[in-house]
Each structure stands twice: as structure tokens, then as C-alpha cells.
């Protein structure tokens, strides 16, 4: 998109939810509660995975990795929309839409990747446990995480350059309340069909490797599990797992909603409220998902929490 179509282009317009200012008040309140304990849940994981050498394993490793992945991705959006629900002045800069649709898609792209990868940590675990730690080599563990955060700014950056350089002639009010893929080809005044098949190309690719990789781990580990005799056994193997299903699930179902769809049947609106669940809400919950039930996360809690009262 060339900035320059006007003389006085300074950048764009996110509308937001500016055509409902009673739902902008409730979206506020919400979602700075909701940012807020996406800080301290994600925070925590991170922290916990660092202090406690129990949690210093490859499920704890990606999970941080995921946790970290989540406080940028929600970072890089929610603290904008806060400002702009309670201001008049909704506007954001060319090079500030340029970074924000760059972060966003990187950090989009790595998590489908990494959500791959930690199934198949699981796999490893349940169906190879003699030779997990064999497997799982820290080393390898490191490559598939950089791995999963290069490929993930790769794609983002062939999208983003694909997206900007689509001619705007003057317009620059997005129907979003960030700086999106569809709400920006949308500005454009030409034919957009080839940029939009080449980036739905990218889409399903990013997206459907990492499915086709969840689906062979997990259909290995029902097969596993369902050889396991005892019932104990049984729910402990899928305990393990599903707490990593919830996740998928709650991601690739709004992801592969926004991204992979014909732009002819996108409702504003419903993608608004699409991207608000997968920005603040997916990223909010993970934490939970991951530690109400997991006994050696709320140990791990517990043992800091006495470490820092002894110490007074």
C-alpha cells in the first residue's frame, strides 16, 4: 500500500467500536481485566518454569515459550484498543500499522507452528517413554522452538509486504480495531483477488501443518493409551494431553475461521469479535487451562509462595 496516494496521508483511522459507544465503556472495563490477568497468569508460568529445576522440562520449556509468545501477541494490540476505547483519537501511524500487522502475523504464524511442536513432545512422552529424554534432547528442543519463531516472521514478513503494497488512492478508515489482513485489502481501490489467493495460500499452509502434525501425534497417543490396561493409567495419559487439546482447539478454531475463508463472506463484525477472542481472550485462558489441573505447576506455586514467606 503506498502511503504517499495523498500529499496529507499521516496513517489510518481504527474504527473500532466506535459506532457503539455504550458496548466501547463494557469493552473497557472487560478487557483491561482481562489484559491484566493475562500479564499475571503468562507471567507466572514463565517465572515458575525458570525457578522450580521440576518444571525445567520440554513441556515446560515450549509452555513458557507459548506463555511469552502470549504476553507479546496480546501486548502488541489490547494496550492500543484500551486507549482508543476511552479517546476520541482513534488514528495510528503508517509504520505503527506496518509493525503491528508484522508482530501480529509473526506471532499468529509461530504459535500454529509451536502448537505442532508441543504435540509432538506429547507423543514422545505417551508412545516413546523409554526414549523421551532421548528424543526431547534440550538441543532439539532449541531448534524446534527458534525453529517455530522463524518460520512464524518469515510468513509474516512475505504477508505483510504483500498487503502494503497494495495502492490505498487516499483511503485509510480500517473496520477494526487494529491493523488486520482483510480490513486492509479492503481500503484497496484495484483488483486485490491475487494478493488475497497468495496470502490465503500462506494461510492454509502456516495453518494445516502444524493440524496434520497435532492430528498424527494424537491419533498415535489414542492408539498408546487405549493399550494401556489400567484406567489410572488411561486418564493420567490423557491428563497430560488435555489441557494441550483444550488450547488447539480454542486457537485453530478462531484462526482458521479469520484466515481461512473466502473475504467475499467476512462480516465486520463478526471479525472484530473473532480477533478480540483469539488477541485477549485465548491468551487469557492458557494459563488456566494449563494449571488448574496440573499438579506440578500448583506444587511448584506453592513451594515459591513458602520460599518467599520463610524469607521474611
Known amino acids: 500500500m503506498d502511503p504517499k496516494n495523498g500529499s496529507s496521508f499521516t496513517g489510518f483511522i481504527l474504527l473500532g467500536f466506535s459506532d457503539r459507544p455504550q458496548l466501547e465503556r463494557v469493552l473497557f472495563v472487560v478487557l483491561l481485566i482481562f489484559y491484566l490477568l493475562t500479564l499475571l497468569g503468562n507471567t ?3 517465572a515458575l ?3 522450580d529445576p521440576h518444571l525445567q522440562t520440554p513441556m515446560y520449556f515450549f509452555l513458557s515459550n507459548l506463555s511469552f509468545l502470549d504476553l507479546c501477541y496480546t501486548t502488541s494490540t489490547v494496550p492500543q484498543l484500551l486507549v482508543h476505547l476511552r479517546g476520541a483519537d482513534k488514528s495510528i501511524s503508517f509504520s505503527g500499522c506496518v509493525a503491528q500487522l508484522f508482530i ?7 504459535e500454529c507452528i509451536l502448537l505442532g511442536v508441543m504435540a509432538f513432545d506429547r507423543y514422545a512422552a505417551v508412545c516413546r517413554p523409554l526414549h523421551y529424554t532421548v528424543i526431547m534432547h534440550p538441543r532439539l528442543c532449541a531448534l524446534m522452538a527458534s525453529a517455530s519463531w522463524f518460520i512464524g516472521f518469515a510468513n509474516s514478513s512475505l504477508q505483510t509486504v504483500l498487503i502494503f503494497l497494495v495502492p490505498l488512492c487516499g ?3 480500517i473496520h477494526h480495531f487494529f491493523c488486520e489482513v482483510t480490513p486492509l485489502l479492503k481500503l484497496a481501490c484495484v483488483d486485490t483477488t491475487g494478493n488475497e489467493n497468495e496470502i ?4 492454509v499452509i502456516i495453518l494445516l501443518i502444524p493440524v496434520a502434525l497435532i492430528t498424527f501425534s494424537y491419533g498415535q497417543i489414542v492408539r498408546a493409551v487405549l493399550r494401556i490396561k489400567s484406567a489410572t493409567g488411561q486418564r493420567k495419559a490423557f491428563g497430560t494431553c488435555g489441557s494441550h487439546l483444550t488450547v488447539v482447539s480454542l486457537f ?8 481461512v475463508q473466502p473475504s467475499n463472506n467476512y462480516s465486520q463484525d463478526q471479525g472484530k469479535f473473532i480477533s478480540l477472542f483469539y488477541t485477549i481472550v485465548t491468551p487469557m485462558a492458557n494459563p488456566f487451562i494449563y494449571t488448574l489441573r496440573n499438579k506440578d505447576v500448583m ?4 513451594k515459591v509462595l513458602c520460599r518467599g514467606y520463610d524469607s521474611r
Do not use: E
Open 44 to 46: 507466572t508460568i514463565i
Open 299 to 302: 506444587g511448584a506455586m506453592r
Open 171 to 173: 483511503r485509510n478508515k
Open 252 to 259: 485453530y478454531g478462531s484462526a482458521i475461521y479469520a484466515y
Open 200 to 203: 490465503f495460500f500462506a494461510s
Open 104 to 110: 501480529a502475523l509473526g506471532l499468529g504464524g509461530t
Open 49 to 51: 518454569s525458570l525457578l
